[in-house]
């Protein structure tokens, strides 16, 4: 399967935890981003990689959440001290250029 | 604020119906119009548009920007189960390279 990949698909996780989230784009397209979906609602945009540059983030990405993009392949989302708030479906999309992007299947965050 | 706004929010049809899904949007440097289909997870991409009055065509599905009125439309012919998912309309804008979102459509079609 040559679509992006996420893992893992599902994490539940105790309030206060740290979680990790990777996110392997399609291998020729060097822009990546990561969006938040709650239940009912379109995603949005938390912050996007062109190579391994965070070039935008949305005030949604607290001091809590990072990034990175080491080597301008595989993404990582890190949030720490977890909230409830924080439960949420999260998606990495990529894409070759300022054209369509194409989604992962997301990982599903739920914090007890 | 940037808004993108989605109707109707829910939609029953049954198979074989027609069915036309609305997008609004108000932004700032619009740049572009997307439409994603969302079943289970993962949105994938049906359209994007980004000149007024020229209708994109991909089997029963069809959509088409009005940048003057700023809004989309999204018809699907001849529906079908499969068609069950949620539609979402997102806008790109210059300078920027998020993708600004509407809630989503949900359409089920019944047998």
């Known amino acids: 399967d040559t679509g992006v990949s996420q893992d893992p698909r599902h994490k539940i996780t105790k309030r206060g935890q740290n979680v990790t989230f990777r996110c392997d784009p399609i291998?020729?397209?060097?822009?990546l981003y990561w969006y938040r979906q709650t239940l009912g609602q379109g995603p949005e945009f938390l912050t996007y990689?062109?190579?391994?540059?965070?070039?935008?983030k949305s005030r949604l990405l607290s001091d809590r959440f990072s990034a990175e993009r080491p080597k301008g392949s595989f993404s990582t989302l890190e949030i720490q001290r977890t909230e409830q708030g924080d439960s949420a479906m999260y998606l990495c999309?990529?894409?070759?250029?300022?054209?369509?992007?194409?989604f992962g299947q997301g990982t599903r965050l739920t914090v007890v | 604020e940037d808004k993108v706004v989605q109707s109707p929010l829910s939609l029953v049809v049954h198979e074989g119906d027609t069915v036309t899904l609305n997008c609004s949007y108000e932004?700032?440097?619009?740049?572009?119009l997307l439409w994603y289909k969302q079943e289970k997870k993962a949105p994938t991409f049906l359209f994007m548009l980004?000149?007024?009055?020229i209708e994109k065509k991909s089997g029963r599905l069809s959509s088409i920007l009005d940048k003057k009125e700023l809004f989309s439309i999204l018809n699907i012919t001849a529906t079908q189960t499969g068609d069950s998912a949620v539609y979402l309309c997102?806008?790109?804008?210059?300078?920027?390279?998020?993708?600004?979102f509407g809630k989503g459509t949900k359409l089920t079609v019944n047998p």
């Open positions: 291998s020729e397209h060097n822009r």
């Open positions: 932004v700032t440097n619009f740049r572009s």
């Open positions: 990689f062109q190579n391994e540059a965070q070039l935008e």
């Open positions: 997102a806008v790109g804008k210059g300078g920027s390279e998020k993708l600004v």
């Open positions: 999309a990529s894409s070759r250029g300022p054209v369509e992007a194409f």
């Open positions: 980004t000149s007024s009055g």
